[in-house]
């Protein structure tokens, strides 16, 4: 019985065919439901890019480390804050420092293409004293390592991943505005 690769294929194309045509309502579910999950999830990634290119998050990631700061301070800015950034160097882990209502919070920005991890939650928490800051942030067009996050949390450092910062651009865009926080 040597069957070789063209046999065996028509075989299960017969059998196939034979399932589909000797109960047509269920092949005609099949199809629905197969087309209706196509149909859906074509409609979600749409919508995800337009999402994406409506926030302007596209642009962010092409940004250098500095842009990128400089567009925080921009976004900042709108938002009623006082901005100052930080020189390039020697900015003892605080790119900008921001000042509102009396209180002052110093922002680690990080334009990265693979997740943010505790370094950077390092270098923040240890600028708040030099900083005499009253809050620390570190915000990036990405996402952050766990260990990021159980050392954001013992050190009470606020993390903005790159969710939070597109609702933030995408409420600026609807409003008018640059954000609201």
């Known amino acids: 019985m040597g069957l070789d690769f063209f046999d065996g294929f028509k075989m299960g194309l017969d059998l196939l065919w034979s399932m589909i045509t000797a109960e047509p309502l269920l092949t005609l579910g ?63 882990g605080a790119d900008l420092v921001l000042s509102t209502k009396g209180k002052k919070i110093i922002v680690q920005a990080k334009r990265y293409k693979k997740n943010v991890g505790v370094k950077a939650v390092q270098e923040i928490a240890s600028a708040k004293s030099h900083y005499k800051a009253d809050e620390c942030w570190v915000i990036t067009n990405s996402y952050f390592t766990e260990q990021a996050k159980k050392l954001a949390s013992s050190n009470n450092v606020r993390l903005i991943d790159r969710n939070e910062l597109m609702t933030w651009m995408l409420q600026g865009n609807e409003s008018g505005r640059t954000m609201i926080i």
């Open 30 to 92: 099949i199809i629905v439901i197969f087309g209706g999950s196509l149909i859906f999830a074509l409609i979600v990634n749409v919508l995800r890019e337009q999402k994406l290119r409506k926030s302007g998050i596209l642009e962010v990631d092409k940004m250098s480390g500095r842009k990128f700061e400089e567009y925080l301070q921009t976004l900042l800015k709108a938002n009623g804050y006082y901005v100052q950034l930080t020189p390039a160097s020697g900015d003892y």
